[in-house]
């Protein structure tokens, strides 16, 4: 089975499109979401109606949290949240219905998926989990693969049950022991953060058990502009760059 796994659109529409042009034309059998579908980005209603009418299973990310917990907004740093807080306004009573619905973790294939850190966390960051503890939550995992988004980079955690080894992620493919645990940080469709600004994705080959991460360009000119025509944090405008 080859499926694709994306993470942090982030109300960007134009990136999003871009990979999936690029996710049809590419043998897929199904495509999974890390969540995080709106925040800093000027289409969160348009993103979020995309995602639920092409019914791809997706878990819960922080933004969306704090969609149905508003208490959450106060985990954000101040330009976050009022990128947030203009992101819920925009929403349809559908779309905020369909974040409603969102698990925090799921499973497919022998893979977990979740946003921020196994086994279920939506906030941890994966390099907020290290040494002894990190060992700790792969030797639990009761599946060999795990996807994770939040950090919007690339990386790779593995571990032979005895330590575990971090690898950065790059354009192109490689493929896995299969005697391990992995737990893979997919990277960010719609907000980069790790020195390439095209928009990224991973497909995973549950029969080769290998995983190629895949670079998109799209307009980032034309989702900056609209950003800005927005009122939104022209920060988030600039990283996109």
Not at 139 to 167: N, V, Y
Not at 186 to 215: C, H, M, T
Request: net charge negative; charged share 20%.
């Amino acid at each position: 089975m080859r499926f694709a796994v994306i993470s942090d659109i982030h109300g960007n529409l134009e990136a999003l499109q871009a990979v999936l042009t690029d996710i049809d034309n590419s043998r897929i059998d199904a495509v999974f979401s890390l969540g995080d579908h709106i925040g800093y980005g000027p289409d969160p209603e348009a993103v979020v109606a995309e995602m639920t009418a092409r019914k791809f299973p997706a878990v819960m990310g922080n933004h969306e949290l704090a969609v149905i917990e508003p208490a959450h907004l106060e985990w954000f740093n101040s330009a976050a949240r009022q990128s947030l807080t203009k992101s819920i306004a925009m929403l349809s009573n559908e779309s905020v219905d369909s974040i409603g619905r969102m698990k925090k973790v799921m499973t497919h294939a022998g893979c977990l998926f979740v946003h921020g850190f196994p086994p279920d966390s939506v906030n941890t960051y994966r390099f907020q989990v290290i040494g002894e503890e990190r060992l700790q939550v792969m030797q639990s995992m009761s599946q060999p693969i795990c996807f994770i988004g939040h950090t919007h980079e690339l990386a790779l955690l593995s571990s032979d049950g005895k330590s575990t080894t971090r690898q950065i992620l790059y354009e192109g493919t490689v493929d896995l022991p299969k005697n391990g645990r992995h737990i893979i940080n997919v990277g960010s469709v719609g907000q980069p953060r790790d020195g390439n600004n095209n928009a990224k994705y991973a497909i995973w080959d549950s029969n080769e058990f290998s995983l190629e991460i895949k670079y998109i360009p799209y307009d980032i000119a034309a989702v900056a502009e609209k950003i800005i025509a927005a009122d939104l944090p022209r920060s988030h405008a600039n990283r996109l760059w």
